[in-house]
């Protein structure tokens, strides 16, 4: 019995041990990814501000009411952009979008237009009404897709086929901080927004002709770099919760092999101990 208790043992320990291995390698992946993630998000930041920086100054001379992509109107529909990852084993990155965005269109009527694998089948799976399922591969995402996807929602907006749009994604704070975070990007406001410098910029350059025009053209040309940086934050917050969840995961086979390796050294001890006992028996026997 003590002999089938030890190779059972002994057979777990490798079992934790293989997945130990794999774990630790998607631990390397992931910390790699993460290097050349977290400095494209940071790169974006200037390019994101200044952008807003710009269309802000520029707004400060329109009336709003004259502009579909600022006047408020009554909400009947909401699209929702929607950023997860393309593959899961990262924690609760993937729920956590999802848990946020149920919460934000609770008893609304909505669309979605999910960016990531994993958003495209959740969104799917679930019957919510999809804009489009084009753009499933968030680490394929390039700026040019960011212009057709803002093209979309605001061709949408025009129509009044939505009246309102909102981008779910999450942030990159730190290596070990990542949260989740939603912005309006229509009807476009400043509410939600920092002060800003904004004072810096003069308009007058910008605002020899239709005022209407140049904001209808800047907003889009904003939107597509608000949603290009979103991109960006989320593709490394995927692979910061996929680099800690695999390092709490070779932490936690390193703790089971621990007890199991104290476990099989009791057995072996009882088994030796009981070999003693029985050669000791038979020589008494003698």
Known sequence: MAGASMNAIKSRIKSVESTRQITKAMELVATSKLRRAKERAEGSRPYHKLLWQTTLSVMQNANHEEIPFLAARDVKKTCYIVIAGDRGLAGGY??????????LWENEEHSVLPIGKKAVEYYTRHGEEVVTTAFASAANIT???????????????????IDRLVLVYTG?????????????????????????KADRYTTE???DGDIKELISYLIPLYLSGVLSSA????????????RNAMNSAN????????????HYNRARQAAITQEITEIVSGAEAL
Do not use: H, W
């Open 251 to 262: 932490k936690n086979a390193d703790e089971i092999i621990g007890t199991l390796q104290l």
């Open 143 to 161: 700026p040019d897709d960011c212009i057709a996807i803002t093209a979309l929602v605001c061709d949408m907006y025009e129509k009044e086929e």
């Open 205 to 207: 350059p910008l605002c």
């Open 172 to 196: 990159f704070r730190s290596m070990l901080q990542q949260q989740t975070a939603y912005e309006q990007l229509l009807p476009f406001t400043n509410d939600a927004k920092e002060e800003t």
């Open 94 to 103: 993937n729920a956590n979008v999802f848990r946020l965005t149920r919460s």
């Open 231 to 242: 991109v960006d934050e989320s593709l490394a917050s995927e692979c910061a919760s996929r």
